[in-house]
């Protein structure tokens, strides 16, 4: 029995209208946005100086069991059922006199 080969003329036409459509959709976009007066894909406005302060004002541990970052006002290690694994990432910020 002789082997399928791997793309046969359906699976490029398929892939071809796939990728118009695709392209066609990307177009739209474009002229939606030009329309509107909007530019590129709608992005989060970065915080300020301040708000980024007050974002790291606490200590930041991480735990590699639970895969996650946990961010604590004091300088112990978080308490929760499972291991005790957290390991402390950084400290606040020293305040400047």
Do not use: H
């Not at 399928?4 to 892939?15: F, Q």
């Amino acid at each position: 029995m002789a082997a399928r080969p791997a793309m046969y003329r359906g699976d490029r036409r398929r892939k071809e209208v796939a990728r118009k459509a695709k392209q066609d959709a990307k177009r739209q976009r474009r002229l939606e946005r030009k329309e509107s007066g909007a530019s590129g894909p709608e992005i989060e406005e970065l915080p300020d100086a301040t708000q980024q302060a007050e974002a790291s004002s606490g200590y930041v541990w991480f735990s590699p069991s639970r895969n996650r970052t946990l961010t604590t006002a004091t300088a112990a290690p978080p308490a929760s059922d499972g291991p005790g694994d957290w390991i402390l990432l950084s400290e606040p910020p020293k305040p400047t006199a």
